[in-house]
């Protein structure tokens, strides 16, 4: 089984503040030096907290080619399904500028909404962003949220399908994989070719949610470190292998509790517990 070892894994900075809408310098600057020194190449830096931060794209870049640090996802268009085309385009146009910048490949697409348009609209914006996304030479993965329109796989691999793009496919975030209505669905996973699964998120969620929290306030401040939930890493790993897809391998974290120690000594501890689910 191929799978990735710590020098390919890639870090989420948001995870890493306590409040991941806010971003300091210092707070950047400090969780950039955990990545590296934890012994991540990769990491992803949410592109509209840079100028809270008091930085741009271009020093984003000089300061991971200082570090060794990739940045090999850009997280993420949210505008694609606003009926504003030309917002729509701007949007991803701004996103690609930032992600050829910092030397990223892959571009997320989301949707917060709770409810969608027709398939075939849906499909047919998802259609427009891979294209501009592709003439920037980047792939698209969508990612499912359980809150959202776009709430499980076989929602995400039905838009894939409908848009039919080269460059589309899908992220996979075990939390969201847990949590999904209906649950896991490694049937359908099994299914879907290998070239389509390019990015996975690595994190744990109980198996029962809070019960003073819902479902969007859980996924952003109380996700466990893999390994210590009810994620079923052997079998979610074992199809991705089995499949024969390389994804990009993408821990993310989101916790209060572990952010609250700060990057120096979160980096680490997400590092070790992601290398203990995988083989």
């Not at 969780?31 to 008091?54: C, E, H, N, Q, R």
Request: charged fraction near 20%; proline fraction near 7%; hydrophobic fraction near 45%.
């Amino acid at each position: 089984m191929s799978v990735a070892t710590s020098e390919e894994l890639v870090m989420s900075l948001a995870t890493m503040s306590v409040n991941p809408f806010e971003l300091t310098f210092d707070h950047l600057e400090s969780s950039l030096v955990a990545t590296a020194d934890a012994g991540y190449t990769g990491i992803s830096v949410w592109p509209f907290t840079l100028g809270m931060a008091g930085v741009d794209a271009s020093w984003l870049a000089d300061r991971l080619g200082e570090l060794q640090l990739t940045h090999p996802v850009a997280e993420a268009a949210f505008g694609w399904l606003n009926s504003d085309r030309d917002a729509a385009a701007a949007e991803v146009a701004n996103l690609s500028e930032y992600a050829n910048e910092v030397g990223s490949r892959e571009l997320v697409a989301v949707t917060m909404e709770s409810t969608l348009p027709p398939m075939d609209e849906v499909a047919a914006s998802f259609k427009a962003l891979c294209q501009t996304a592709g003439d920037a030479g980047l792939q698209v993965s969508v990612e499912f949220l359980p809150w959202t329109g776009i709430p499980n796989l076989a929602t995400a691999w039905e838009l894939v399908q409908r848009a039919d793009c080269d460059n589309s496919g899908i992220m996979v975030d075990t939390w969201h994989w847990y949590r999904q209505p209906g649950g896991p669905n490694p049937d359908l996973l099994r299914q879907i070719p290998s070239e389509k699964l390019r990015v996975v998120q690595l994190c744990d969620a109980p198996a029962e949610s809070p019960d003073d929290m819902d479902i969007a306030t859980e996924t952003m401040t109380a996700r466990l470190l893999p390994g210590d939930g009810a994620v079923d890493f052997a079998e979610v790993l074992s199809i991705v292998s089995d499949v024969g897809a390389e994804p990009i391998w993408f821990p993310e974290v989101f916790s209060s509790t572990l952010a609250a120690a700060g990057p120096q000594t979160m980096a680490p501890q997400v590092l070790a517990a992601t290398r203990s689910v995988l083989p």
